[in-house]
């Protein structure tokens, strides 16, 4: 069948067959199928939709267009978060879940716009590698029970090749294509378990709850297409996680954490990850089981060490690292302060995040390079009490243009009142 005649066919809101869609994801990739005509069928599916059929076969196409890992003799579970302002997550929950005996081979992303990488977070530790061989991925899970590596050139090519496409055409926000984009590299990576953590709200992608919702239920759905067990959690996303948004900033929290303390949002919601991450490994028979195992390896040390064998596995300078902690800030800092006294309403995570950019924390575009030492501390959050002329937040810049303009973002994502908001971390929770 002819490219233009698939093209017609979505466009008709037909739906397409797995042969349909091989030969254009095939097509493409080998260079035979040219931008403009994949960048109408994309606009098709924008506006036509897949259905669950057609998503699978496009997930299964993106996933073989490269090399697909595999470590036999492991039940290997991952997390996907879809993106946020604070988001450190996964620094602390991968060796978690590693001390209680599940496998993680993360594979992560770098940070674009205002929503902050997993990538650039560890590679603000000294000496720390995020290119890895498949090889060295299966050792590290031997060795430390998790790897942290990013996306090499051989995985999933059809995936970069769209999105790059998806990005300038105005097609980023269908569905099908997040889902399809998501699932391939997942897949891809080895994982027979999958917790995603779709967020919503200003930081978030999905800053509509029912957008978020609809693609929890994709999410799940595709991946019992595939032969994966799966749950989706619509998790907050209207202020940033934690107090610290900035790359080594992060990872600074996440070791708080990893050491049995750390903000309480942040520790609720690895703990309620990866009590699902356990469940689907196998190695608790309760969500609450797993959320209390969770917490007891956070507590007692062994997530901790788990961290420290693979910081130094992956390269990383472990002594340098403790020597930084609470120590490396950028040189410029600027406070932000409470014009009236009265309950913190909002932080909004979309401003705090812009604010990152321009500090050097994330990029406006894919070639921009990010600062580790800049960033963001939000001493004060959402439902407490603040006094006029209080610290809300601390802005940590390179320069003095960067800081005041940082600061005076910061200062707009604050909302100080009378009413105490309330509000959930986890809003809903969706499973097969």
């Not at 107090?243 to 750390?262: D, I, K, S, W």
């Not at 990866?274 to 507590?299: H, P, Q, T, W, Y």
């Not at 009265?342 to 924390?361: I, K, N, Q, S, T």
């Amino acid at each position: 069948m002819r490219i233009v005649d698939i093209i017609v066919k979505k466009r008709d809101g037909g739906e397409l067959s797995a042969g349909e869609i091989a030969s254009l994801v095939r097509g493409y990739v080998a260079g035979e199928v040219p931008d403009y005509q994949v960048a109408a069928w994309l606009m098709a599916v924008f506006f036509r939709g897949m259905g669950p059929q057609e998503v699978s076969a496009l997930t299964r196409e993106m996933m073989r267009s490269g090399r697909v890992l595999s470590f036999p003799g492991l039940r290997c579970v991952d997390k996907h978060s879809t993106g946020g302002v604070g988001d450190k997550i996964s620094l602390p929950l991968a060796p978690a879940v590693a001390a209680c005996g599940v496998p993680v081979p993360m594979m992560s992303g770098r940070a674009l716009g205002h929503t902050g990488g997993t990538l650039d977070k560890m590679e603000s530790i000294p000496g720390y590698r995020t290119v890895l061989s498949p090889e060295e991925v299966e050792r590290l899970l031997g060795e430390c029970g998790y790897a942290m590596f990013g996306q090499t050139e051989q995985m999933v090519p059809a995936d970069r090749k769209l999105y790059a496409l998806r990005d300038v055409t105005g097609t980023v926000e269908s569905i099908p294509l997040i889902t399809a984009s998501i699932l391939s590299k997942k897949c891809a990576e080895g994982a027979q378990g999958l917790v995603f953590d779709v967020k919503t709200g200003s930081g978030a992608f999905m800053k509509r709850e029912e957008d978020a919702r609809s693609l929890a239920r994709s999410l799940v759905e595709g991946a019992r297409e595939l032969g994966r067990e799966a749950v989706a959690l619509v998790t907050d996303m209207s202020q940033p996680l934690g107090r610290m948004v900035g790359n080594f900033l992060e990872v600074e929290e996440a070791v708080e954490v990893l050491r049995g303390g750390g903000p309480a949002d942040v520790r609720e919601l690895v703990c309620v990850l990866g009590g699902e991450m356990l469940v689907l490994g196998g190695k608790a028979a309760s969500l609450e089981e797993g959320r209390r195992m969770i917490g007891e390896v956070l507590d007692d040390g062994r997530a901790y060490e788990r961290w420290v064998k693979n910081v130094g596995a992956q390269g990383g300078d472990v002594e340098e690292l403790e020597r930084r902690l609470g120590k490396w800030r950028a040189p410029v800092v600027r406070e932000v302060r409470a014009v009236e006294e009265g309950v913190v309403g909002a932080v909004d995570a979309y401003r705090v995040g812009l604010a990152g950019v321009v500090l050097g924390v994330g990029r406006s575009r894919v070639e921009d390079a990010v600062l580790p030492d800049v960033g963001v501390e939000c001493v004060r959050k959402r439902g407490e009490r603040v006094a006029r002329g209080e610290v809300l937040a601390r802005v940590y810049a390179r320069d003095e243009t960067r800081a005041e303009e940082a600061a005076r973002m910061v200062g707009e994502a604050y909302r100080v009142g009378e009413e105490t908001p309330s509000g959930s971390l986890v809003l809903e929770r969706i499973s097969p």
